[in-house]
């Protein structure tokens, strides 16, 4: 089955700085990474996702990275703020008909200091 | 529109008790997930359902069963509650993706 890595398990940074979670994957026939913030006593909620056959996606100051020869792929938050403190999730997973399931990587914890 | 409701929110189980964790979904999403969230661990699949009337194993499967009632319910039952079970469990549903996550459930069992 599908594997996940997840670096770091925990990222303190000072505010406005970046912040880079890296993930990496087993299954080369994978297809679908999104990534998941969870705040604390909170839902874990999609934040971004990115597809196979792209690249890099981005959406105001995250982006994601995804590099199939590798297999991996890196959460960029830049302009860190307070409020991006939580717990970060990536993903990996195979979509195909009606099948979707996702391996999560065990987390970060992004800490960001005012 | 609710999207992913669990009930309850928080329970405490003495060992051996049974309960049902209950996940209901208004999204008309086929699939269906629970998961269980351990510190450290992330978030493990117990059992999940790619469509009414189909349940398959997850990861940690063991010592839960579940029930795909209709389309919109998904229940996880633990027959006989132990202490290794104490977790925090989100349901989630998904079309075709992502997933979207229920408020989960924090249940401890002593």
């Known amino acids: 089955g599908e594997n996940v890595e997840q670096h770091p398990s925990t990222l303190s940074v000072q505010e406005g700085d970046s912040a880079v979670i890296k993930c990496t994957y087993s299954d080369s026939a994978s297809n679908y990474f999104p990534w998941y913030k969870q705040e604390l006593g909170k839902r874990p909620q999609l934040i971004i996702d990115?597809?196979?056959?792209?690249g890099e996606k981005k959406d105001q100051r995250i982006a994601v990275t995804l590099n199939k020869t590798a297999k991996h792929f890196s959460l960029h938050i830049t302009e860190t703020q307070p409020e991006d403190s939580a717990v970060y999730f990536c993903?990996?997973?195979?979509?195909?008909?009606?099948?979707?399931?996702?391996?999560f990587g065990r987390g970060t914890s992004l800490i960001v200091h005012p | 529109n609710a999207g992913v409701t669990q009930t309850p929110k928080f329970q405490v189980l003495k060992t051996g008790q049974s309960m049902t964790l209950q996940c209901a979904q208004d999204m008309n999403h086929n699939s269906m997930y629970w998961y269980r969230q351990d510190p450290g661990m992330g978030l493990r699949l117990i059992y999940y359902?790619?469509?009414?009337?189909?349940?398959d194993k997850g990861e940690v499967p063991n010592g839960y069963n579940v029930s795909r009632l209709n389309k919109r319910e998904f229940s996880l039952r633990l027959e006989s509650a132990a202490p290794s079970q104490t977790s925090v469990y989100f349901c989630a549903a998904a079309g075709n993706q992502p997933q979207h996550f229920g408020d989960g459930t924090r249940l401890s069992i002593l």
């Open positions: 990115i597809r196979s056959n792209v």
């Open positions: 993903a990996a997973s195979i979509v195909s008909g009606g099948s979707y399931i996702p391996t």
């Open positions: 359902s790619a469509s009414e009337g189909t349940t």
